[in-house]
């Protein structure tokens, strides 16, 4: 006997329906998952790679950067009395009057100048909070002392 055709129309329908919530399901899954890495500085590749960049070109176009850092975070220096006047937090603009820009893998130096005196000063990467690029409305947020997700092990045991 052959099922009639209302009926395999609704099993297919069921069928197809059931395919497509799970696909939703594993789609929606893997763009929650974050890449998997154990590198605590991957977070501020893009920013590393846009310092380094105008390190070796100078800014170019309008582009401008403000940087926000946490200045008791270990490895910052800035003078003693910009550390005193921003005892948290600090931000600073490359655009105008910077010069000696250095990008390692792990931090940047850079020379500014502050009530008309040069001062040399260095920023670990995983002190910064934002990073902003506002002539094309870019702002980074970054969460410090935050690591990087560790990937995922089997639970041994």
């Known amino acids: 006997m052959t099922p009639s055709l209302p009926r395999d129309i609704r099993t297919l329908a069921a069928s197809l329906a059931a395919a497509m919530m799970m696909l939703a399901a594993l789609t929606s899954h893997a763009a929650a998952q974050q890449p998997c890495t154990t590198d605590p500085l991957a977070q501020y590749a893009e920013v590393r790679f846009t310092l380094a960049d ?75 909070t934002y990073f902003v690029d506002p002539s094309v409305n870019d702002r980074r947020e970054f969460d410090v002392g935050t690591p990087a997700r560790a990937c995922d092990r089997p639970q041994s045991g």
Do not use: C
């Open 54 to 128: 105008v390190a070796r070109r100078g800014l170019r176009g309008r582009h401008y950067y403000e940087i926000t850092f946490k200045t008791a975070f270990d490895g910052v220096i800035v003078p003693d009395a910009q550390r005193a006047k921003y005892p948290e937090d600090m931000t600073f603009v490359l655009q105008h009057q910077f010069e000696r820009l250095n990008v390692t893998a792990d931090r940047f130096s850079v020379n500014l100048w502050f009530k008309g005196i040069k001062s040399r000063v260095t920023v670990p990467f995983n002190a910064v």
